[in-house]
């Protein structure tokens, strides 16, 4: 199977204005402390990349709508995956694909609450 360079969702969870051009915004992506916990990152993403957005609550919530999306589909292409690899009695890749995606699961189980926290936008 091609393997194929997956960038991995982003979690967003504060967004605030740095400067005129740029916005900060908290997040978590695949990356872990020592204890396991997922890590807060900090990145910077264009103002002009909000087009009709008036609040940062609302730009929070759009861009975690994109970022759930691209989960969603990274759960459905792993799960083919898997259905491949057990076909092809690929023990160990399946193995491996099958722990990569009960790790997607649980950040789904995350963008889920955060979503139930945050319905008023």
């Given amino acids: 199977m091609k393997s194929k360079i997956q960038n991995h969702p982003r979690l967003y969870l504060d967004i605030y204005k740095s400067n005129k051009?740029?916005?900060?915004?908290?997040h978590y992506e695949n990356q872990y402390n020592n204890?396991?916990?997922?890590?807060?990152q900090l990145s910077l993403i264009p103002s002009d990349f909000?087009?009709?957005?008036?609040?940062d609550k609302s730009k929070l919530y759009n861009?975690?709508?994109?970022?759930?999306?691209?989960?969603?589909n990274l759960i459905n292409?792993?799960?083919?995956?898997?259905?491949?690899?057990?076909n092809k009695?690929?023990?160990e890749q399946l193995n491996i694909v099958n722990s990569?995606?009960?790790?997607?699961?649980?950040?789904?189980?995350?963008?889920?609450k955060w979503f139930s926290e945050n319905k008023d936008f």
């Fill in 21 to 26: 051009d740029e916005y900060s915004v908290k």
């Fill in 35 to 40: 204890d396991g916990s997922l890590k807060i």
């Fill in 50 to 55: 909000f087009s009709d957005e008036k609040s």
């Fill in 63 to 72: 861009l975690n709508k994109i970022e759930y999306q691209l989960l969603i």
């Fill in 77 to 86: 292409k792993q799960k083919k995956v898997i259905q491949v690899y057990s």
């Fill in 89 to 91: 009695n690929k023990i």
């Fill in 100 to 112: 990569s995606l009960k790790l997607m699961l649980k950040y789904e189980e995350m963008f889920l």
